[in-house]
């Protein structure tokens, strides 16, 4: 029995859990097939998904097709919640990518595309709704090979399409040989002799590409009447590569999903592969590489999961016992780093506790959420006793607002979102702190200089002092210290893109009284490194300077020709900046930045300026240095080391003036 791990992606409301369902009746594993719009989907089992008709949280059902075993992976399409297939990418072994036969490709179908293919994940394209007015068949495959890819055949033509008798014709035209045969150069010879072989060979080809990611075969249907959908599966079953890995050899998964069962207990949903986990195993997890004691396991089959004794190679599962596991933990033997494919959220809100709610339920609750979505990155300021969560957009706000009225019972509302911003060095800067002299009240040397460092190299920290000259601890108390002080530079915001350099170090060894015991106020420990290393830290980011920049995306924004004149100033106030103008019959394609606090409003105003006609693309690009205007600031959540007298009453209770 083969396994195969499936993905299904799509932009919003092209009708890919539609599809799920279609799917799941077309093998046999539900009677009728659910609709979004009656709330009573297979995939789409919380309440506010149905209420929505909108997917949030991937969800795993299995079928069987003949002896190939599918674990089908349904994943939200809507841009806000692109972290949740983020997570699922990773355990794919093949995908379908839905297109909506009367929208076409959109922003959300490019950036899932360009996923797939700087993963190599083998993918299937689905174009849904050919039984819809306005279905298009020749326009779809020209904005493919356009948007998406040129590496594209076509496995078959559509009969009275835009109707409801619409039908998938399967046949692979003669085209496609001009893709295949860019990557086999027998075949092309094979097809000008008119072997017999000729059409086993494109057959042949086509598999063995499509499994390497480099074609994307196409086939079209409706996930409402069925047409296509048997022939969808027939490609599933032949031309998707099965799941690999050795169930003898190291155990070694990843958490992709992790939620709270009824009791409140953690369920991570992994997938394994490479060896077999077993029940009552004691494995270890994660960057601490912690041990727990896996207590329940049950695996996807036939449309529900069931309990299982153990987990092999190849499969997906869900596991209890592990308390303190998290998303993008290894499991066993680690594979490799988790990777974020997309962008982290560039939006930020406070979260504001309605009348009579309590807050330490509301931050309980916030914590559980956080765990099925790290990227939500909760800040809690001790101060203000606010706590603020990041996100990709208004959607996502309002379903987290929602899920905490309904399965937490706490009513809440959110202040004006704001952009997440960075910091970055300035220059160099340095600065040293010694044991035992004034003003420095801690028993520890700290010398630290902080140099920038290229873009997109995150934080590294090195030593320019010998590893043995104190012990290892002290060193990794400092360099711990370091990172989760750059979390809160000058201004508010994470400091990224520098190195931080270790230049002096030292310590007063352990010290005792005659006939008496470890004496903490004359010997280091932990804290003392710990307690000056932010003094020290923020002084060199002082001498360097920060700059703060604000997220940029990308945008591409096609409108009639006859309303640029509309649109043109109109960009210029949201700071928009088109890079390259051209026409494209009679419409006018701009293409430029825009900073990501303003793309919300000119998706608002677009409509207005283009008679609705305009269409906009935009995804996150780069940071850039904010040359406008207040520069903008961020409330600390840390003790301030910014402001000494305060740092030091909050952290050691003794202050020298």
Same mark, same amino acid.
């Given at each position: 029995?083969? !396994?195969? &791990?499936?993905?299904?992606?799509?932009?919003? =409301?092209?009708?890919?859990?539609?599809?799920?369902?279609?799917?799941?009746?077309?093998?046999?594993?539900? =009677? @009728?097939?659910?609709?979004?719009?009656?709330?009573?989907?297979?995939?789409?089992?919380?309440?506010?998904? $149905? +209420?929505?008709?909108?997917?949030?949280?991937?969800?795993?059902?299995?079928?069987?097709?003949?002896?190939?075993?599918?674990? !089908?992976?349904?994943?939200?399409?809507?841009?806000?919640?692109?972290?949740?297939?983020?997570?699922?990418?990773?355990?794919?072994?093949?995908?379908?990518?839905?297109?909506?036969?009367?929208?076409?490709?959109?922003?959300?179908?490019?950036?899932?595309?360009?996923?797939?293919? $700087?993963? $190599? *994940?083998?993918?299937?394209?689905?174009?849904?709704?050919?039984?819809?007015?306005?279905?298009?068949?020749?326009?779809?495959?020209? @904005? *493919?090979?356009?948007?998406?890819?040129?590496?594209?055949?076509?496995?078959?033509?559509?009969?009275?399409?835009?109707?409801?008798?619409?039908?998938?014709v399967p046949g692979v035209a003669p085209a496609a040989l001009d893709v295949l045969a860019d990557h086999d150069d027998e075949l092309l010879a094979a097809w000008v002799e008119g072997s017999d072989m000729a059409h086993t060979a494109v057959r042949a080809a086509l598999t063995t590409q499509t499994r390497q990611a480099l074609v994307h075969p196409v086939h079209f249907g409706s996930a409402i009447t069925g047409a296509g959908v048997n022939a969808l599966v027939a490609g599933i079953k032949e031309l998707l590569p099965a799941a690999d890995g050795d169930p003898d050899g190291p155990v070694s998964g990843t958490v992709f999903k992790v939620e709270r069962g009824p009791a409140g207990e953690k369920v991570a949903y992994a997938r394994m592969f490479s060896g077999t986990l077993r029940t009552r195993d004691r494995i270890p997890f994660g960057e601490a590489r912690t041990e727990g004691r896996v207590t329940a396991i049950s695996v996807f089959d036939q449309g529900a999961d069931v309990r299982a004794d153990a987990v092999p190679a190849g499969r997906i599962a869900r596991l209890w016992g592990l308390t303190g596991i998290r998303i993008g933990d290894a499991l066993g033997e680690p594979r490799k780093a988790y990777e974020h494919f997309f962008a982290p959220p560039t939006l930020e809100t406070v979260v504001?506790?309605?009348?009579?709610?309590?807050?330490?339920?509301?931050?309980?609750?916030?914590?559980?959420?956080?765990?099925?979505?790290?990227?939500?990155?909760?800040?809690?300021?001790?101060? $203000?006793?606010?706590?603020?969560?990041?996100?990709?957009?208004?959607?996502?706000?309002?379903?987290?607002?929602?899920?905490?009225?309904?399965?937490?019972?706490?009513?809440?509302?959110?202040?004006?979102? /704001?952009?997440?911003?960075?910091?970055?060095?300035?220059?160099?800067?340095?600065?040293? @702190?010694?044991?035992?002299?004034?003003?420095?009240?801690?028993?520890?040397?700290?010398?630290?200089?902080?140099?920038?460092?290229?873009?997109?190299?995150?934080?590294?920290?090195?030593?320019?002092?010998?590893?043995?000259?104190?012990?290892?601890?002290?060193?990794?108390?400092?360099?711990?210290?370091?990172? @989760?002080?750059?979390? +809160?530079?000058?201004?508010?915001?994470?400091?990224?893109?520098?190195?931080?350099?270790?230049?002096?170090?030292?310590?007063?060894?352990?010290?005792?009284?005659?006939?008496?015991?470890?004496?903490?106020?004359?010997?280091?420990?932990?804290?003392?490194?710990?307690?000056? /290393?932010?003094?020290?830290?923020?002084?060199? !980011?002082?001498?360097?300077? /920060?700059?703060?920049?604000?997220?940029?995306?990308?945008?591409?924004?096609?409108?009639?020709?006859?309303?640029?004149?509309?649109?043109?100033?109109?960009?210029?106030?949201?700071?928009?900046?088109?890079?390259?103008?051209?026409?494209?019959?009679?419409?006018?394609?701009?293409?430029?930045?825009?900073?990501?606090?303003?793309?919300?409003?000119?998706?608002?105003?677009?409509?207005?300026?283009?008679?609705?006609?305009?269409?906009?693309?935009?995804?996150? =690009?780069?940071?850039?240095? *904010?040359?406008?205007?207040?520069?903008?600031?961020?409330?600390?959540? =840390?003790?301030?080391?910014? &402001?000494?007298?305060?740092?030091?009453?909050?952290?050691?209770?003794?202050?020298?003036?």
């Open positions: 029995m083969h !396994l195969l &791990n499936l993905g299904i992606l799509a932009h919003i =409301d092209a009708g890919k859990t539609s599809l799920t369902e279609r799917l799941l009746h077309s093998v046999g594993v539900i =009677d @009728e097939p659910g609709r979004v719009d009656d709330g009573n989907t297979r995939t789409d089992t919380l309440a506010l998904e $149905r +209420q929505r008709g909108i997917t949030i949280k991937s969800a795993v059902v299995s079928f069987a097709v003949d002896d190939v075993t599918v674990n !089908l992976i349904d994943t939200p399409g809507h841009p806000d919640f692109i972290a949740e297939v983020e997570r699922v990418l990773g355990v794919l072994d093949g995908a379908v990518l839905v297109v909506s036969a009367v929208e076409g490709v959109q922003a959300q179908t490019r950036i899932l595309m360009r996923a797939l293919q $700087r993963l $190599r *994940i083998p993918t299937l394209l689905f174009i849904n709704k050919i039984d819809r007015r306005g279905a298009r068949y020749d326009g779809v495959l020209r @904005e *493919i090979r356009e948007r998406l890819t040129p590496a594209v055949v076509a496995m078959g033509t559509v009969g009275g399409l835009g109707t409801p008798a619409a039908q998938f504001v506790p309605g009348p009579g709610v309590d807050t330490r339920k509301l931050h309980i609750a916030l914590t559980q959420l956080a765990e099925q979505d790290p990227l939500i990155d909760l800040r809690h300021d001790e101060l $203000r006793q606010e706590t603020s969560v990041s996100l990709y957009g208004e959607v996502q706000k309002e379903v987290v607002q929602a899920t905490l009225a309904e399965e937490f019972g706490l009513d809440v509302t959110f202040r004006e979102t /704001t952009v997440i911003c960075i910091e970055r060095p300035s220059g160099p800067g340095a600065a040293v @702190e010694f044991n035992k002299k004034d003003p420095n009240p801690f028993l520890a040397t700290v010398g630290l200089r902080v140099d920038p460092a290229p873009v997109g190299s995150g934080v590294r920290f090195r030593l320019e002092v010998e590893l043995g000259a104190m012990p290892y601890a002290f060193f990794k108390a400092v360099e711990d210290t370091v990172r @989760e002080t750059l979390r +809160q530079g000058l201004h508010g915001w994470q400091v990224t893109d520098c190195t931080v350099t270790m230049t002096h170090s030292g310590y007063s060894p352990r010290q005792s009284h005659a006939h008496q015991g470890f004496d903490k106020s004359m010997s280091s420990t932990g804290h003392d490194f710990r307690g000056l /290393t932010p003094l020290v830290l923020v002084e060199a !980011l002082r001498r360097a300077g /920060t700059r703060v920049h604000e997220p940029m995306h990308r945008f591409r924004l096609e409108a009639p020709a006859d309303t640029l004149g509309a649109l043109l100033p109109v960009l210029a106030a949201l700071r928009a900046v088109p890079q390259t103008t051209r026409t494209q019959g009679a419409d006018c394609v701009l293409e430029g930045a825009v900073p990501a606090g303003r793309v919300h409003e000119l998706e608002q105003r677009l409509p207005g300026l283009t008679r609705g006609e305009g269409e906009l693309e935009s995804a996150f =690009d780069h940071y850039a240095p *904010i040359t406008h205007g207040t520069v903008p600031e961020r409330p600390r959540t =840390d003790h301030n080391p910014l &402001n000494r007298k305060e740092y030091l009453l909050n952290v050691t209770r003794r202050v020298k003036d």
